[in-house]
């Protein structure tokens, strides 16, 4: 299995690490992450790179292929290779899948126009522009595209894939050894359980385009 984990400058670092972590411990999983160039791609905070060893045009046919959402996506929405990739290859992918904001990405690419999907849960008017079914949930399937929520999710995204391609033992070795037993300090990881004064802060510093479907 050749997993695609495609990396660009202004990602955040768990969407592509959180399901890094998990897919590439599938037996016999080759994991490549990719860019449109070769280098070092500066996640959001500017302190951490990862590193894109292949290029688009060097993997053609991925199993899997990654898709991380953070506020670089908007430079990627006219990136026309980058699009064309995505387009590309997921015309033979077994699992098409993003993680954050990393759907609108899909959605740029067109492939999200009646699919049930989600993302981060102050870009979900964005998503419905670009045709998608937004759906309020923390990881959706919908035949082979596959999409999670904010950051996080990457990860229980990440097990629910594992489960239904090498079978549920396979996930739980693989929580177990990452030792995945979340238990935050806060009840407020949902905007349906944070309060209005927080919610109102986070509208407040974000906007994402929306463009009509």
Same mark, same amino acid.
């Given at each position: 299995?050749?997993?695609?984990?495609?990396?660009?400058?202004?990602?955040?670092?768990?969407?592509?690490?959180?399901?890094?972590?998990?897919?590439?411990?599938?037996?016999?999983?080759?994991?490549?992450?990719?860019?449109?160039?070769?280098?070092?791609?500066?996640?959001?905070?500017?302190?951490?790179?990862?590193?894109?060893?292949?290029?688009?045009?060097?993997?053609?046919?991925?199993?899997?292929?990654?898709?991380?959402?953070?506020?670089?996506?908007?430079?990627?929405?006219?990136?026309?290779?980058?699009?064309?990739?995505?387009? +590309?290859?997921? /015309?033979?992918?077994?699992?098409?899948?993003? @993680?954050?904001?990393?759907?609108? %990405?899909?959605? $740029? #690419? !067109?492939?999200?126009?009646?699919?049930?999907?989600?993302?981060?849960?102050?870009?979900?008017?964005?998503? +419905?522009?670009? /045709?998608?079914?937004?759906?309020?949930?923390? @990881?959706?399937?919908?035949?082979? %595209?596959?999409? $999670? #929520? !904010?950051?996080?999710?990457?990860?229980?995204?990440?097990?629910?894939?594992?489960?239904?391609?090498?079978? +549920?033992?396979? /996930?739980?070795?693989?929580?177990?050894?990452?030792?995945?037993?979340?238990?935050?300090?806060?009840?407020?990881?949902?905007?349906?359980?944070?309060?209005?004064?927080?919610?109102?802060?986070?509208?407040?510093?974000?906007?994402?385009?929306?463009?009509?479907?």
């Amino acid at each position: 299995m050749e997993i695609a984990i495609l990396l660009y400058d202004g990602m955040t670092a768990l969407d592509a690490i959180g399901p890094y972590e998990v897919l590439s411990r599938i037996p016999n999983a080759v994991t490549r992450f990719v860019g449109t160039e070769r280098g070092l791609k500066r996640t959001d905070q500017g302190s951490l790179a990862l590193q894109a060893d292949y290029r688009l045009d060097e993997v053609t046919s991925p199993s899997v292929v990654v898709i991380p959402g953070g506020p670089g996506q908007s430079q990627q929405m006219e990136n026309g290779p980058l699009l064309e990739w995505i387009r +590309a290859v997921h /015309g033979q992918t077994r699992w098409t899948v993003s @993680v954050c904001t990393g759907a609108l %990405i899909l959605g $740029g #690419a !067109g492939i999200l126009r009646g699919v049930r999907a989600t993302t981060h849960w102050l870009a979900m008017d964005a998503l +419905a522009g670009y /045709g998608a079914i937004p759906v309020r949930e923390r @990881v959706v399937f919908d035949g082979r %595209i596959v999409t $999670g #929520a !904010g950051v996080s999710a990457g990860l229980d995204l990440g097990l629910q894939l594992v489960a239904r391609e090498s079978g +549920a033992t396979c /996930g739980r070795e693989i929580q177990l050894w990452i030792e995945y037993d979340p238990q935050p300090p806060f009840d407020c990881g949902s905007p349906a359980r944070a309060d209005d004064e927080l919610l109102q802060r986070l509208r407040q510093r974000s906007r994402f385009h929306r463009k009509e479907a």
